[in-house]
């Protein structure tokens, strides 16, 4: 097999599909990953938040072509305008039974193995995987390494929980933002934990970043600036919107939402505190970062801008999906994010063939 997908989960199935689309055999790629179900890990945590709509906008899919995207399967013609305009924002249940679609279409589970890999090694010819190989091309997608929990013991928004009357979030950005208006929903007392006002931004990245004019006066600029971007983005926020204000403007007057700084040993935590940032966390990516020696800023691995590491890419490729790929693509923590790195490695897969 000449080519290995590490992780299985949106941003594995979204170069795999873009593999077999360019014409790469199921039998030439190997993905390892935990869960045969690409969706799993994903499913989990958007159902814990009771999200409802995707928050990736009309490429927000996982089929290797852009267009047409999953707008046109709502025969709603609000759906398809505002496809048109890049503001469709498809229903989950959509979004998955897509996805169930992509993972029978392209021949995923002939390619899968259940298998964590702990080590990855450069050697003549490419890469082995914890001795298998050599994979003369590579991609690593292991996700997120694992849930920030500043509460020990308490339920993460990320985990299945219910809301018990008076529950304590921790948290200002996104899943907190979701927290807060379900367990209101939920007819609880909401205590919103928070060091310092959220911010409040468009949930997607600045559109310049998303085209290609934007994305090289990024990946021009220093590996100071890139890392001020960066940080700048990972700050918690959410959207701005009456959906958000009024439920909480009414909750606030009914004496049923309150702001404190600490938790003061509530009962009923929820941490709505994101992930562990840094590549560090991840003992795949750590390992290869000290064995290999690659370069590193911060909590980031320094990518080339197709999300490949240049030290290591040299008639063999070895590419970084999701959100250990940062540095090549700031949205790289999106399904917009794993096509990019899914096309920019399917480029070089296909080329050598
Ligand atoms: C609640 C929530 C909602 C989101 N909604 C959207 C949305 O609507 N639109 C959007 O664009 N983005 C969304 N995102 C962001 C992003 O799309 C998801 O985080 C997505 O799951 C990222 O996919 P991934 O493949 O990088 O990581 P994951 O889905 O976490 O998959 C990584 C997989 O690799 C496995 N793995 C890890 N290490 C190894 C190893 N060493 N060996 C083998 N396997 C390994 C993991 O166990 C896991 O199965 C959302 C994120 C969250 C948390």
Redesign the pocket.
Known sequence: MRVAI????????AAYATLRHCGVAAEEIAV????ED?T???RE??T??R?T????ESD?HLAAASWPGLALRERNPRAWAATLANRY?PP?EL?LRHAERVVAKTGWSQSFHA????HVAAVDGGFELDGEGPFRHVLL????PGLARPVPGAVHA?EPHDYADRVTIVGAGM?AAHEWLNALAAGSEVVSVRRREPTRRPLNVPRPLLTKRGLDGYHRSSPEQHAATLRTLSQPSYPTGAAWDEPLAAAEREGRFHVATEVNGAANVICATG?LEGFQH???LARLAAEHDLPTHDRWLVLAPDSTVTQLTNGRTLAI???AGQWAFPAA??????KYAARAFARRVCRTR
Do not use: K, N
Request: charged share 15%; proline share 4%; no cysteine.
């Open positions: 590490v992780g299985s989960g949106l941003a594995s199935l390892f990953g935990t869960h690409p799993a890990v994903w945590r958007a814990a938040i999200q709509r995707m928050r990736s927000g924002h989950v979004f298998r964590r890999i702990e997608a292991t996700g997120h990320y899943a992930f991840d003992p795949l999906a999701g959100i923590d999106t399904i917009a994010g794993a």
